[in-house]
């Protein structure tokens, strides 16, 4: 390896830390980046680009009555003269100026393909055709009139505006996008006319906060509708911080088809979702069996928007189909909001409503104030010219003699007619033809107007007062153009409150419901037969296995799986295995532990209640809302001591319970000395010398008690021969009336 070459010492080399220069370079790069790229003017509500756009249509004349120029030509313009960056995104800003699905008011006309909502991009800049709409000559408005100030442009050539006079308000009536260094901003649209009545109201009461003036700004108008469906307190927050987001849906309603059919129609779609786009995601979770309540999506859209959705059947709620599709599409979709702007032009700030329309309201203050000294100037230059006018029509013929024959004329009439030198070069520049319109009257007549015209001027900037009322007025001019009432002016975004859907299970309402008969056999395998099947004759099961329980449910349905370790599980009835097979072990879907065994099984049915008794006589009362769990490892509800097992669990409905040992003895009790409980160990209900329950059930005393022999017939013991057997809980009890079967079981 050779050593290490010394950079060569002496001459221009200056050496400097890699560190140093690196943050010196970025930090130039991060401020160009947030100055002049991705952050709007709070002023005018432009970034650089848009603006030069702007500045060199005017330039071109493309006003909203002029024909429209190519594309190309524009751009060309723009890009030689004010922005030295690459043509595409110059025409990409131009284009989006002029889409009416992404501009609230669009800044441009256009002609030819602009793009379309579905996400197509537009033609070549040199097939298409721009000018200004009425929205780009308000913000050019008096800009010719020293309004605002201009500063040079990259090359020192020409000169450009540093920010628009502005009398619309753009910065929230068509939003803005933009990602800096560190920052980032993103301003939805909003309607320009209650932006008008906002800033009328803080010209009323300038210290109004932005909560008071939501009465006039609702939310944001998105060019593409919509309904927002946020609290309206989330609301005041965003505006009153600048920062947010917006949930907004899709418009739909409902289409009747005849003979109970029917269909969704989406006709408005999210702010900035292209369409295609939507409706391939739709179709795909559609292919991915994800949307079980929809059958089919169809674009008929021309024109306007139509996304027609198809349910899977007549009896599918199409609230339900909706939330549902809400919930996975972009059918809903959050528009953010962080109106960070350049406030004065100058610093990125976070600006809430009032701050926003603050500044926009100062700015054009500034303008009439600018503009009307311009104005002044104008009108001194004119009285001046006027003046030395109205002395020489006195002699004309003495003027036309000194010009004919005088070598310096201008000297000779300034000290004839003592007039100034703006005066003598005014008349030295009349043409022979203007001195027939030099009639006394018609002079006194302009004289007089302007001097009116310069008084009104002088009050205006002599008081404070006077230049809001002017600034109020022009306001209510612009208001008048994008009123409620005209096309453009219309509000297209509404408000609305989602519905409530808490209660609805997603998970259960994106199943169809179908009757099932589930059949849970004695080695613990389970299985979901079609349709209530009363005869369970031909059911066939694997080796010595055999029926344990079989009963009706929906695919809805939740099932309850109860193991004698005291917990229970829930499985969903839909995700069941068919019932062609012998079905599938239940421990494959539970995490049951080793030798615990499942003692029941039955549908989840809310707001009843169950009794659950172990084998050491204890046992409560549990509400079945109680019992559900989500996981595989299910919920804990009866608490036992080794060697103790669960070995009861059944319906609490009724007064009385009756319990039976192992030693056959037999107690029945009042059900209310139960207590209720959520999970435990529960209360003695039974005391045994040896051996533990057997059985237990709830029943209505009046009905008598009843059970099932071993072939089948049915028992019933009246309320009066079942004195020998009321007493109290944690009595022993004793044998059981004749006739008993004897398993010591019920048998039901």
Known sequence: MGKPVNPPSGGEIENINLKDALEERYLAYALSTIMHRALPDARDGLKPVHRRILHAMRLLKLDPKSAPKKCARIVGDVMGQFHPHGDQSIYEALVRMAQDFAQRYPLADGQGNFGNIDGDGAAAMRYTEARMTEVARLLLEGIDEDSVDFRETYDQANEEPVVLPAAFPNLLANGSQGIAVGMATSIPPHNAAELCDAALHLIAKPSATSEQLMQFVQGPDLPTGGIVVDSPASMVETYTTGRGSFRVRARWHKEELGRGSWQIVVTEIPYAVPKSRLIEKIAELLQEKKLPLLADVRDESAEDIRVVLEPRAKTVDPIILMESLFKLTELESRVPMNVNVLAGGKVPKVLGLAECLREWLDHRREVLIRRSRFRLAAIDRRLEILGGLLIVYLDLDRVIKIIREEDEPKAELMRVFKLTEVQANAILDTRLRSLRKLEEMELKREQKSLQDEKAQIENLLDSEKVQWKTVAWEIKEVRKTFGPETELGRRRTTFDQAPDTSDIDFAEAMIEREPITVIVSEKGWIRAMKGHQADLSGVQFKGDDALKTAFFAETTSKIVVVADNGRFFTLDASKLPGGRGFGDPIRLMVDLEEGADF???????????????????????????????????????????????????????????????????????????????????????????????????????????????????????????????????????????????KSNRFGE
């Not at 169950?610 to 019992?627: A, E, H, S």
């Not at 919920?635 to 669960?646: F, S, T, V």
């Open 599 to 741: 003692i029941a099984a039955f549908p989840y049915k809310a707001g009843s209640k169950l009794l659950v008794v172990g084998t050491d006589g204890r046992g409560f009362v549990v509400p079945t809302d109680d019992i559900t769990a989500n996981t595989r490892k299910g919920k804990q509800i009866l608490n036992l001591d080794a060697p103790a097992k669960m070995v009861v669990c059944t319906e609490a409905e009724g007064d009385h319970v009756a319990i039976i040992g192992e030693n056959r003895k037999l107690l029945i009790f009042p059900a209310n000395q139960v207590p209720e409980m959520t999970r435990g160990k529960g209360v003695r209900l039974q005391r045994y010398k040896d051996g533990g329950v057997a059985d237990a059930k709830v029943f209505k005393l009046k009905e008598g008690l009843t059970w099932k022999d071993t072939s089948g017939r049915t028992w019933t013991v009246a309320k009066e021969d079942l004195r020998d057997w009321l007493g109290n809980r944690t009595e022993a009890g004793r044998l059981p009336p004749k006739g008993f079967p």
